[in-house]
């Protein structure tokens, strides 16, 4: 993700938003977006439905965070429960080696639900979205019996990024596969979250991602956004505003350092909330206005963090993000 040329999405974005306007009447295209993603526009009554009942926050631990002190999978699971987590964002890698390993499935589920902590979204990278047939077959095969395995882990959600895309996305037939996912994620139980990264030229701004959750024009399309990849893609934190509440379940916290250029930075560079130059408390704010449950996950890949204990460094990060959201 990180290291790759600058952004371009934002461009196509908005030429290909011009052609949609074209192509379909102004009705169908409200009527797309509000039953599809889910979005408010400014209308007074849509506002009075999100203010009637704020979001309630839950706090998960995205193993990212600690993954540098390699404490491995029951690792994870015990410092997240020692730290004080609601719930954790385990990697389908690590789930996959623990098993190759010789454990079973049972055993993880039993180590899962002794930990007390939920497990609330899963990362993966499938090649589903990709424009070549074989590996998007391939891709949605992958992720079919990712999901199967998620499901029986007792994981309703997986991250579903523009993985293997190396040009030009159209977002139309992005959407159109997304909602091919949404059928599938029916089919297993474990719904994909629509995932963009900041630095990835072909996926990387939250209007690319609100325009494919419109196409797939589904009730349970649902965004991952991240609080580097909106600064690192340009897509700013005030779109966030636009937005039903039911439309975002999990949000990825971190924070960005104002002494490196948007452009050259890095997932490395990521610190604790608060500790940089985002709008934190703005995002938290408008996060518990718009409604819904929120899974606040704590998602960081500093490799100074990394050289520290790592139930330290959890409990930290924690306690951070509670304070943020007491203090809105």
């Known amino acids: 993700m990180d290291g790759r040329k600058k952004a371009s999405g934002f461009i196509n974005i908005k030429f290909q938003q011009s052609y949609y306007i074209q192509m379909i009447t102004r009705r169908n295209a409200i009527k797309s977006i509000s039953l599809g993603a889910g979005l408010f526009l400014t209308s007074s009554a849509a506002k009075g439905q999100v203010s009637k009942k704020e979001s309630q926050f839950s706090f998960c631990l995205n193993t990212s ?24 964002e385990l990697w389908i890698r690590d789930i996959q080696a623990f098993l190759e390993a010789g454990n079973s499935m049972a055993s993880l589920r039993k180590h899962l639900n002794d930990s007390g902590l939920k497990f609330e979204n899963a990362i993966g990278f499938a090649p589903w979205m990709v424009d070549d047939d074989q590996k998007r077959k391939a891709g949605f095969e992958q992720m079919e019996k990712e999901m199967d395995m998620l499901a029986e882990l007792g994981c309703k959600r997986v991250a579903a990024p523009a993985a293997g895309v190396t040009g030009h996305l159209d977002l139309f037939k992005a959407g159109e596969r997304y909602r091919e996912l949404l059928n599938l994620g029916r089919k297993t139980g474990v719904m994909p979250q629509l995932e963009f990264w900041g630095a990835f030229p072909y996926f990387n701004h939250l209007g690319q991602v609100l325009m494919v959750a419109a196409v797939a024009n589904d009730p349970e399309a649902r965004v991952l956004p991240d609080v580097y ?16 509440g039911n439309l975002i379940e999990v949000f990825h916290m971190n924070d960005f350092i104002d002494t490196i250029p948007r452009e050259k930075q890095e997932d490395k560079d990521r610190v604790y909330p608060g500790d940089g130059a985002a709008p934190i408390k703005q995002i ?11 899974v606040l996950s704590l998602e960081l890949f500093n490799q100074d963090y990394w050289k520290q204990d790592a139930l330290q460094v959890a409990r930290l990060g924690l306690t951070k993000m509670k304070k943020l959201v007491a203090e809105i």
Request: negative net charge.
């Open 65 to 88: 965070t600690i993954m540098g002190q390699n404490p491995g999978l029951l690792g994870y699971l015990e410092i997240a429960a020692k730290a004080g987590y609601d719930g954790v």
């Open 229 to 244: 990849h909106l600064y690192r893609g340009g897509s700013g934190y005030d779109g966030l505003k636009m937005l039903n």
């Open 284 to 294: 938290l704010t408008d996060l518990k206005d718009m409604g819904g449950e929120k």
